[in-house]
């Protein structure tokens, strides 16, 4: 039977829009209105502000640009995996019942809970070289200076991708714990009755049950890490000489440091052919119900 | 009257109050103003305003906004054409030249003009910038108030190290040098200080200020007085080297706290301020100002503001001065207003409550309030301040004489200096040739 491809609003025989279509477009309204004001018209607007070719003559001709997309990239591929391999192993932890570890995991949410202000400015506070917390205490204790914590850029970086874990780890091991406890516990009890290893488990049962879920998180979390500004502009402000900026924090310090807001828009949308695919499969994968 | 009419009427009348609304807001003069590191110096421009509206009969919107938060908010104001009526930002004003050169900026030479005499040149010529929409040079700025580089030490550190405040060297080596001997001493009692403060990130503007100073002290510039820039003259290549050298060494030598490389404008204040260095440069005077009123023994006997040394061919050396100005942007709604509003404050009694409020933090613009004796001798800090403005040369940083040093300066190409040096092991020459070639692009794009 042919389906009708017809959009137009149903018709009274008096040939006048039905009552109940009428009403659909007034509720709609104000969605599409709030939808082109604060969805559509900004990335517009963006586009324009980053459509000069000259700012991305300067970004691209800018040494700290390079460094900054070298950032990002391994800002996502090693804090984006170790969190989600850390979340896969801790939410194995969590799942257990015990009531120590109830109270354990409510400890462990709070970084997630805290807001990222005070807490990533404490940990700016605790490795600050000269009198942080930690170098206080190994000067005290064995009269060394201790390492330059946010003064290497390595090390400082090293830092970045740490805060970045510490704070979003918890969150994603509720959502794989939550996975955890989707999978019926009679199939454990069956390995159980076989005699299975506890990796064998993991193997056979846990990972199977928990793969697409961890595939649709490591997406989802790289999507929102290309947007960390908090961890990097927080803890090190892009320093020790520019060399832990990440694309975000760098087209801030364009934009607003110096002025340039057309370069700051197009130092973002350089990292759009690394977010687009990851949306596309994203919403592929979303779509087949995996 | 029917439930419709009256229906009617309600949304009639709801629709007046919204078109009203801007109306309304327009009569009320919009001023954003920088909020101070002194909160007694908000509350004088507080009452500055008060008088203004006392007098005038008008209304002030006021809104205070923090060092960094200012030039975001200016930036999407400009954007956006929806300004206040009179802005000042201790950072925004950085960028005065730019926002002028693009005509975004009111000519208010019909409000200084009238009171030229009262202002310095340094602070007049702050004020002047060109247009290239109309290709004149005009007045786009009002004056406020200035600073300089100021030295500060805790005098109690230097005698626990065994020394006396008249054991500091005047001339340039040895007064550099006498701190790391100060951190010696004090380390081999078990403190974990370093003799200096001296910043050299890209993320501090004290950076490039106190890397002025020590080009002024080898006579090394890059611009001259017309704004002309000099890196091609064979003497000012290796001058920046010798400046680069001399600059960088204390931190080589580990006289400065290793975080210096990416300390923040505050830093050097906290790290002072916790005992963690014996001296530190600083601009304005907010490091003795932040004691002021809360441990008046440190404020008055511990801690000392010194006078630059020499520069190393005995003279003094020429001190670079940082001019803060406002502005009225162009598309401000109530222009008349708004420049009588800033006639108001640069008369001399709103003026002086204002820059006095900082606890001399800052120094007057107008030359015979920089005589009162708040400023000239009733505080050995402010005094020490006034003796540099009134007995040393000065000089308005090249931002002034050259507008494409605004983004010499938000690069901080001086501090990009000191990481090629500092952090990739880079030789003064290579980095100073990258500064030069980075200043000649700047310049000529």
Redesign the interface.
């Known amino acids: 039977m042919a389906r009708s491809l017809s959009v137009s609003p149903p018709l009274t025989p008096s040939g006048r829009v039905h009552k109940d279509s009428a009403w659909g477009v007034i509720l709609v309204t104000p969605y599409v209105v709030v939808f082109v004001c604060i969805v559509v018209y900004p990335i517009l607007y963006g586009i324009v502000l980053g459509s000069h070719a000259e700012s991305y003559r300067k970004l691209f001709s800018d040494p700290i640009y390079l460094r900054s997309a070298w950032n990002t990239l391994v800002f996502l591929l090693v804090a984006v995996n170790l969190k989600l391999l850390l979340a896969l192993f801790l939410s194995g932890f969590f799942y257990n019942t015990e009531r120590w570890i109830r109270w354990v995991s409510i400890i462990f949410l709070l970084p997630w809970a805290a807001p990222s202000l005070p807490s990533i400015f404490s940990i700016r506070w605790m490795f ?4 942080g917390l930690i170098n ?1 205490v190994l ?1 005290r204790l064995f009269g060394i ?1 201790g390492p ?1 914590w ?2 290497k ?1 390595d090390l ?1 970086f090293g830092l970045v991708i740490a805060t970045h874990i510490w704070k979003n780890l918890p969150f994603w091991t509720i959502i794989l714990l939550a996975g955890r406890m989707a999978i019926p516990k009679d199939h454990y009890e069956a390995a159980d009755v076989d005699g299975a290893t506890r990796i064998q488990v993991f193997r056979f049962i846990t990972f199977p049950a928990l793969k697409n879920l961890y595939i649709t998180s490591t997406l989802l979390s790289t999507i929102w890490s290309v947007g960390d500004f908090n961890s990097v502009y927080l803890l ?8 832990t900026h990440v694309l975000s924090t760098l087209g801030i310090r364009y ?5 340039d ?1 057309p370069t700051g828009v197009a130092t973002v949308i350089t990292a759009l052919p690394l977010v687009i695919p990851i949306v596309l499969i994203l919403i592929r994968r979303l779509g087949k119900g995996e | 009257m029917g439930k419709n009419l009256k229906v009617g009427i309600m949304v009639l009348l709801v629709a007046v109050a919204f078109a009203a609304a801007p109306a309304l807001a327009q009569d009320k003069l919009v001023v954003w103003w920088n909020k101070s590191f002194v909160p007694a110096q908000d509350d004088a421009f507080k009452e500055v305003v008060q008088k203004w509206e006392k007098k005038t009969g008008k209304q002030v919107d006021l809104s205070f906004f923090a060092l960094p938060d200012h ?2 908010k200016m ?1 999407a104001a400009f ?1 956006s054409k929806i300004v206040p009526d009179v802005d000042f930002g201790q950072i925004v004003n950085v ?1 005065t030249g ?1 926002f002028a050169y693009e005509d975004k900026l009111l000519e208010i030479s019909d409000v200084i003009n009238p009171i030229r005499s009262r202002f310095g040149d340094g602070a007049l010529r702050s004020c002047e910038h060109m247009n290239a929409k109309t290709g004149k040079r005009g007045i786009y700025a009002f004056p406020l108030m200035q600073h300089g580089v100021n030295f500060h030490y805790w005098s109690d550190m230097v005698q626990a190290a065994g020394y006396k405040d008249a054991d500091i060297p005047k001339q340039w080596k040895p007064f550099w040098d006498f701190w790391g001997e100060v951190q010696k001493k004090l380390r081999a009692k078990g403190e ?1 200080v ?1 003799g200096l403060g001296i910043s050299y ?3 501090a503007t004290d950076t490039w200020q106190e890397f002025y100073h020590f080009m002024e002290a080898y006579r090394v510039r890059v611009l001259d007085d017309d704004g002309k820039l000099l890196v091609n003259d064979p003497k000012v290549r290796p001058g920046l080297i010798t400046a680069l050298d001399d600059f960088t060494r204390h931190y080589k030598a580990k006289n400065v ?3 210096a ?2 300390w ?1 404008d505050i830093d050097n204040n906290l ?1 002072f301020n ?1 005992r ?1 260095t014996v001296m530190t440069m600083n601009p304005t005077l907010s490091i003795p100002g932040s004691f002021f009123g809360k441990d008046m023994e440190a404020y008055n006997k511990k801690i000392k503001t010194l006078r630059w040394p020499t520069a190393p061919d005995g003279k003094p050396l020429t001190l670079r001065v940082s001019i803060h100005n406002g502005f009225i942007p162009k598309d401000s709604k109530n222009k008349e207003l708004a420049k009588d509003f800033v006639r108001f404050i640069l008369e001399p009694e709103n003026l002086d409550q204002f820059v006095k409020a900082s606890n001399g933090a800052f120094f007057p613009v107008l030359i015979e309030s920089g005589k009162d004796p708040f400023f000239a001798s009733a505080d050995p800090h402010r005094a020490a301040v006034y003796k540099n403005f009134t007995e040393t040369p000065t000089r308005p940083y090249d931002t002034v004489i050259n507008r494409k040093f ?2 010499v300066h ?2 901080n190409l001086y ?2 200096a ?2 090629r040096v500092l ?2 092991n880079w030789t003064s020459a290579k980095a100073v040739d990258e500064l030069i070639a980075r200043m000649k692009q700047i310049v000529t794009d």
């Open positions: 600050n070289s000269e009198w206080t000067f200076d330059l946010l003064v850029p400082a090190t402000g892009g320093g020790p000489f520019d060399a934009a607003f440091s110096i002025g807001i | 030039p975001a930036l954007d960028q730019d974990r370093y990130s890209v993320e706290p290793p975080g490389t990416s923040k790290n916790n963690q605004i983004t938000t690069e501090g990009r000191c990481g952090a990739d």
